[in-house]
């Protein structure tokens, strides 16, 4: 049987560091900038950690 496929969109948009934790960005960032506050702005340009509560489905979705 061949190898499974992980899903090229996680791929894309996920990275598993060294401990096993996923990195991902923060959404809400795309476009209508203008109603969100600089603040706001600032911290969702910051990377975030897949939750605890995910972490076993975003990896399936890449190690697959």
Do not use: C, E, T, Y
């Not at 996923?22 to 900038?33: E, V």
């Not at 600089?38 to 697959?64: E, F, I, W, Y």
């Amino acid at each position: 049987m061949p190898k499974m496929k992980s899903k090229s969109g996680a791929r894309k948009r996920l990275k598993l560091m060294g401990s096993g934790r996923i990195k991902r960005k923060k959404a809400f960032r795309r476009h209508l900038l203008n109603s969100k506050s600089a603040k706001r702005g600032r911290r969702l340009r910051k990377g975030a950690m897949v939750d605890k509560s995910n972490l076993a489905q975003v990896k399936r979705m890449l190690l697959a």
